[in-house]
């Protein structure tokens, strides 16, 4: 099992620009979350999928959008880029205790 | 809304003890996680209390107190490679997390 494994690793955006962020899980999980950190902070949560189909806004929402058409996989989109969105993206799966991605570290300039 | 609390940094020499305390305020709770989060990298598992009481895992040990809204994690015989930071994490509904800022232990020879 690869777990849960998160592309691209790095990316660089100008202001303006969008992007989509990969998330792929292979533990048949159902439950799906998107988190961002800033450095020396916690993680907050931007979205979340509770299964296929279903997807709710979590404490960070602005900015962003996510899908869940299957349930592997749970992309998140970055509409017009902003410094502010500069973080480190973290997804995770879980039916209780959450497994978390490596992250994307992405900076906006 | 939730407020978790976690000192910032403690400094710990090798073979010491240290308590990590985390208290918090909630609206909802099913459960209390700590997790692990190595510099670069992403958060790690190591205990889930639901329970008031203590969970012992080898050198690692976790105590919750749902009336008094606190937490600790206890680390003994501390090794280098535990230099990291300790996210103390309150799970509300559909599973979701919110974290307190984290602790970074600092281990000395």
């Known amino acids: 099992n690869a777990g849960v494994t998160q592309t691209p690793k790095f990316r660089i955006l100008k202001i303006g620009q969008s992007m989509t962020l990969q998330c792929t899980q292979d533990?048949?999980?159902?439950?799906m979350y998107w988190y961002r950190q800033d450095p020396g902070m916690g993680l907050k949560l931007i979205y979340y999928?509770?299964?296929?189909?279903?997807?709710d806004k979590g404490e960070v929402p602005n900015g962003y959008n996510v899908s869940r058409s299957t349930t592997e996989d749970f992309p998140l989109r970055l509409e017009l880029a902003a410094p502010s969105q500069t973080s480190v993206y973290f997804c995770?799966?879980?039916?209780?205790?959450?497994?978390f991605g490596p992250g994307t570290r992405l900076t906006v300039t | 809304g939730q407020n978790i609390d976690q000192p910032t940094e403690m400094t710990a020499t090798e073979g010491a003890i240290v308590q990590i305390n985390c208290t918090y305020q909630?609206?909802?709770?099913?459960?209390l996680f700590w997790y692990q989060q190595h510099a670069g990298e992403a958060p790690t598992f190591l205990s889930y209390?639901?329970?008031?009481g203590l969970e012992e895992k080898g050198r690692f040990s976790s105590f919750l107190s749902r009336s008094k809204g606190y937490s600790y994690l206890l680390l003994k015989e501390l090794q280098m490679k535990d230099s990291a930071s300790y996210l103390c994490?309150?799970?509300?509904?559909?599973?979701?997390?919110?974290f307190g800022a984290g602790t970074q232990v600092v281990v000395t020879p």
């Open positions: 995770a799966s879980g039916p209780n205790e959450q497994y």
């Open positions: 533990m048949n999980h159902n439950y």
């Open positions: 999928s509770v299964g296929a189909g279903i997807t």
């Open positions: 909630t609206s909802g709770f099913n459960g």
């Open positions: 209390n639901v329970l008031d």
């Open positions: 994490a309150v799970s509300g509904s559909w599973g979701k997390l919110q």
